[in-house]
């Protein structure tokens, strides 16, 4: 007897289930035409403002990301590297060491520096998963989570894994006090630089200020975020990903 009472029950949810499912995905079950009119022209209005952002992005960009898709790669506490990522084109030295087109970059910059006596280097370029690893737990224990994750990003998560971020002199924040640091902040977007980590921009960063740390996104990019997405490489990393991941398209 229990037995017909619980294949009855289960035969009732399953039926119930199947209900609900087509109810879900039949909007007109849900909604009438009139309700479902302004959902539809903000949809169309929002894929519109969508297009219109993809727009913005110059097709030789797109194929720059699209044949190397960890330049413009979007790293951050929800969105982390494979452990096992490195970059195969690093060069330079000890701690300094990037990839070929960030090193190129990077020493045409601080040559530009260098005639108006700022003198610029990196301090600390790639840095690999297991490295960060140590970083992280170690302030972990000495500095406990909240410090930790706001100012050290977990493994997998540090933008330095890229090899195309680098921490400029000095990792003090009195560093936003110097010549180098007004030099940066006027020209590094020339050079293809982005500060990662702004001022006043920590709810969207998920870091504190960092004057310092700088992520190389070619001159083009720099440039479209400065003009386009108010200074914010969060704002343009994440829009032009979702464009080159067709999202505006398939809405």
């Not at 087509?22 to 035409?33: E, I, M, V, W, Y």
């Not at 040559?111 to 790639?126: P, V």
């Not at 007004?182 to 960063?205: I, M, V, Y």
């Not at 996104?217 to 464009?243: E, M, R, W």
């Amino acid at each position: 007897m229990k037995k017909i009472v619980h294949l009855i029950l289960f035969v009732f949810c399953l039926i119930s289930c199947t209900l609900i499912c087509r109810a879900l995905t039949d909007q007109s079950a849900l909604f009438t035409t009139e309700q479902m009119a302004p959902l539809k022209k903000d949809l169309r209005q929002i894929k519109a403002n969508c297009s219109s952002m993809c727009a913005l992005f110059p097709e030789n960009l797109l194929n720059e990301a699209r044949m190397d898709p960890y330049l413009f790669y979007i790293v951050d506490k929800d969105n982390s590297l494979p452990s096992n990522y490195t970059p195969t084109d690093l060069v330079g030295e000890g701690k300094a060491k990037v990839r070929q087109e960030t090193f190129d970059a990077f020493e045409k910059m601080a040559q530009a520096a260098q005639k108006e006596d700022i003198n610029l280097w990196i301090l600390s370029g790639f840095r690999s998963f297991q490295r960060q690893t140590e970083i992280y737990n170690r302030s972990l224990a000495n500095r406990g989570p909240e410090h930790t994750d706001k100012f050290i990003a977990r493994p997998g998560q540090s933008q330095h894994q890229l090899g195309t971020a680098v921490d400029i002199n000095s990792v003090e924040n009195s560093f936003v006090n110097t010549k180098e640091y007004a030099w940066l902040k006027e020209n590094a977007e020339t050079f293809g630089f982005s500060l990662s980590f702004p001022e006043g921009q920590q709810e969207k960063t998920g870091y504190a200020f960092e004057p310092w740390h700088y992520r190389y996104i070619t001159p083009l990019g720099a440039t479209l975020q400065k003009i386009y997405f108010h200074d914010s490489q969060v704002d343009f990393l994440n829009t032009l990903n979702a464009c080159l991941e067709e999202n505006c398209y398939n809405m």
